[in-house]
């Protein structure tokens, strides 16, 4: 052999060997509010294995939807756009299913690159439940399925299924992680649980019943005086069955369980339950394969919810911080020390370029949001300041009105797009609860003034 070629030979079998792409198993639950966990601040949530995951990596403590709904959040997620950029805008069924086909979603760019995917759960972008480009393994069922004895499409395989939704995800969510992967992979789990109508296991039918009965408070003085939007009148009523597009999805039977605040607040926490053993079964199956800590492990939620706030419950579709912050939990061992708590303003638009990196994929086109990857390097790492976003009225949901807001550390600012007279100004550093409209504060019109010019800046941008 040539001496050169010799060296070449041996440097490169002294070399190390590239190092491996991580695996990513991304877990989403629906309706869920950023303080629901005991990790993230409940009371009397029990949630151990959630709990575990954040003590065993990190919180984000300011993690934001750009869209308080359903499926506008969940393409975000996926796409790293905003809603007015990828289309999915609302839960309304008109072209949602043509548009989510035709998303450019991470995990079909990361099937591109040599990863194998699964998607396992609520797509809930149109109707239709057949498999969306780039996903190998493929279960799922139609718009928001059902929790009782479901039927799922397995593959393209229609399976009436025997008993609770929420089991049989994570057991084949466990399932998958136990085969063998000769490629790094991707295991999407999109929950419907916590949502409507919050029918819990069996098993977890009491759960909580000892607790004092959640009981609701009228907002305080001054509170739904400086919210107009709220307050307002709406003209006649409008029959949504008779729009075009707009037929909302009968909601599965409560099966008799009553509607009071109490038993929907305790409901929900029942069905989390479930979804927090899914959380331990996909750890233990990662640790028996010997992939934990190869694993990006993320749980997060699609939007938050009011429980109560601002005289609204049971709702979201707001600018309200109850509805637009989530809980954002990551493992990863190799970047992310245990206890880690970031408080950057951070947003699920951020999960897309994230995971490109991470996956060391280059992508040409625009992102709206960016890789958080450089803050679990160095938390000190510049990052933004402030963040933008959006709701578009939905048919079926005449109340709730067009709106962006932009955030910042201390401000928020909520624009009406369609209504006069009836923007919000709240000075969160002094006014975490939103309680006091700010927007005709003469002290405050300096700062109205610059939120406005931030405003259309994020648009610009």
């Not at 041996?10 to 869920?32: E, G, H, K, Q, Y």
Request: proline share 8%.
């Amino acid at each position: 052999m040539h001496r050169r070629a010799f060296l070449a030979a041996s440097l490169a079998a002294a070399a190390p060997p590239p190092p491996t792409r991580p695996n990513i198993v991304f877990v989403i639950a629906d309706d869920l509010r950023h303080d629901a966990l005991a990790a993230t601040g409940s009371k009397i949530a029990q949630t151990p294995n959630l709990d575990r995951l954040a003590a065993e990596g990190a919180r984000f403590s300011n993690f934001f939807c750009a869209t308080p709904l359903c499926s506008p959040s969940r393409a975000s997620f996926l796409t790293g756009l905003y809603p007015h950029s990828h289309r999915v805008i609302n839960n309304d069924k008109t072209g949602l299913t043509e548009i989510s086909h035709t998303l450019m979603t991470w995990p079909r760019l990361l099937r591109e690159s040599g990863y194998e995917t699964a998607f396992i759960g609520k797509w809930h972008m149109g109707l239709d439940d057949s498999r969306r480009p780039g996903f190998d393994h493929w279960v799922s069922f139609k718009g928001q399925g059902i929790y009782i004895d479901p039927v799922v499409n397995y593959n393209g395989e229609s399976r009436q299924l025997r008993g609770y939704m929420t089991d049989y995800l994570n057991q084949e969510a466990a399932a998958f992680v136990r085969r063998k992967h000769s490629r790094p992979f991707v295991l999407y789990v999109s929950h419907k649980a916590v949502h409507i109508p919050y029918l819990p296991a069996p098993r977890h039918d009491k759960l909580y019943a000892g607790l004092p009965p959640f009981q609701l408070t009228p907002p305080p003085p001054g509170d739904l005086e400086g919210k107009p939007m709220l307050t307002r009148k709406i003209g006649q009523r409008i029959d949504t069955l008779r729009i075009e597009g707009a037929t909302p999805e009968p909601a599965e039977s409560r099966r008799g369980r009553p509607r009071t605040p109490d038993a929907v607040f305790k409901d929900q926490l029942r069905c989390l339950a479930s979804v927090d053993e899914g959380i331990g079964m996909l750890r233990q199956a990662l640790a028996a394969t010997a992939q934990l800590d190869n694993t990006v492990f993320i749980f997060t939620g699609d939007n938050g919810y009011l429980m109560g706030e601002h005289g609204l419950f049971d709702n979201k579709r707001v600018a309200y911080e109850p509805s637009i912050r989530i809980p954002f939990l990551l493992r990863y061992p190799k970047l992310v020390k245990p206890g880690a708590v970031f408080d950057h303003l951070t947003l699920n638009i951020d999960v897309m370029p994230t995971m490109l990196e991470l996956a060391r994929i280059t992508w040409p086109d625009k992102l709206h949001g960016r890789s958080f990857l450089p803050l679990l390097k160095d938390p000190q790492a510049p990052w933004r300041d402030s963040f933008f976003c959006e709701y578009f009225q939905e048919k079926a949901g005449i109340r709730f009105p067009d709106w962006q807001a932009v955030r910042t550390r201390h401000w928020k600012y909520i624009h009406y797009t369609t209504l006069e007279n009836m923007d919000e100004l709240y000075h969160l550093a002094e006014d975490p609860a939103e309680l006091r409209n700010r927007i005709h504060d003469p002290a405050a019109a300096s700062t109205l003034h610059e939120l406005r010019q931030l405003l259309r800046q994020h648009l610009q941008d």
